[in-house]
Structure formats: C-alpha cells, structure tokens
C-alpha cells in the first residue's frame, strides 16, 4: 500500500455518521482488533472525564487510526508528511504513531478540535504541559490497554485514582521506569517532572534519555 496516497486520497461518505465512518476505516485498512480497542479507550475516557467532554469519545476512538501502517514505514512516512520527529522517535517508530493518528484525525475525518487533537498526539506519552484531555486520553489507553489479559499495574492504579489523575499517571509511568524503558521519549520525562509536581512529591528517581 502507498500509505501516503492512501491518506492523502481518502474521503469521507457524507452519507453516514462520523462513528460509522471511523468503523469503516478500521475495516477498510484490517485494523478491526485496533477499532475495539478504541472503543474501549473511548468509553473509559467518559468515566474518567471531569468535565462531561465528549469530544474525548471521538479522541479514544482515533487515537490509534494510524495502526495499519507498519513499524517500518512510520519514519519514511512522518518525513514525508513533514511532521516533526524527535531522536526518540527515529530510534523507535513506534512512538511516532500517536503523531501520525493525530495527523489523520485531522485530514481524512476533518477534526478540527484542538484538544482532541493534542490528547491523541501525547496519548501515548503525554507531555509536559498536558492539559486535562490529554492526561485523561492517557490514563484511559493505560487502564483499557491493547494487550491480552489485565495490565500488572491496574489494581495499584485504580486505586490512586481515587487521590487524582496526577497519582494514577504516575503509577504507570514508574511501572516503566521499573521494567526496562529502553527508549524514553522527551515528552514522557517532561511529564513524570509534572506529574510529581502536580502530587506534591519528588521525583527521586528521574526518566532519562
């Protein structure tokens, strides 16, 4: 597939509702396993919200539209987008996904809403200056995660939900730092110093590049 004629060429059928078109896109590109996946982020990120933010739905249903296209073709592909790529993100491609989600959101399903777009660019690392959409878009991908069986961290997490967002977050990025974080992305060492900002505690053990 010409992943860059593909996006660039789509569009949507004005005949059937944004969900409808969203459904037929994980269909079209066999990333029906991705789809549900949203789906569950997009639920959690209603449970979740503070401030009745729909939008966040829509954001948890995109967040990972960028699936289809393969590890080895991230890179080539954000350059050829022009999309700006870290050192981190050339070392491991993968992070440049939730770049790329948030480039289609806006191109071929036309999202135009800054903080939807902002949540699923850092969904996968959030950011240091992160905004309540985006930690909330980050916490829901983490508690309803893509892989088999239930996320080892959970039950530690859930539980520090209850004190706040900033504690929960925390729980899974120090799940990290304890389990071999091999490529650390800026974004993800911006946002541990936040977050311990924000619960009130030091960061005694830092993320580094």
Same mark, same amino acid.
């Given at each position: ?150 996320? %080892?961290? @959970?039950?530690?997490?859930? $539980?520090? !939900?209850? *004190?706040?967002?900033?504690?929960? &977050?925390?729980?899974? #990025?120090? =799940? ?9 992305? %800026?974004? @993800?060492?911006?946002?541990? $110093?936040? !977050?311990? *900002?924000?619960?009130?505690?030091? &960061?005694?053990?830092? #993320?580094? =590049?």
């Amino acid at each position: 597939m010409d992943y860059l004629k593909f996006i660039q060429q789509y569009h949507l059928n004005n005949q059937v509702d944004l969900s409808t078109n969203i459904r037929n896109f994980y269909q079209q590109t066999n990333t029906m396993a991705t789809y549900q996946h949203g789906l569950a982020v997009a639920a959690e990120t209603q449970l979740l919200s503070e401030n009745n933010q729909p939008q966040l739905y829509w954001a948890g249903l995109l967040h990972d539209i960028s699936a289809f296209i393969p590890n080895n073709q991230r890179l080539n592909l954000a350059q050829q987008l022009q999309l700006p790529i870290l050192p981190a993100e050339q070392q491991l491609p993968l992070l440049l996904h939730q770049k790329l989600s948030a480039y289609i959101a806006q191109t071929c399903f036309h999202i135009t809403d800054n903080n939807m777009i902002a949540a699923i660019e850092c969904h996968t690392t959030l950011k240091g200056q992160f905004t309540d959409s985006d930690l909330t878009l980050f916490l829901a991908d983490k508690i309803a995660w893509d892989q088999p069986g239930t996320p %080892p961290y @959970l039950p530690e997490l859930q $539980q520090a !939900l209850a *004190t706040s967002k900033a504690d929960a &977050a925390l729980v899974y #990025l120090n =799940y990290l730092r304890q389990n071999d974080l091999k490529v650390v992305h %800026p974004w @993800l060492i911006d946002a541990y $110093q936040t !977050l311990n *900002t924000i619960a009130g505690r030091p &960061a005694s053990h830092s #993320l580094k =590049y």
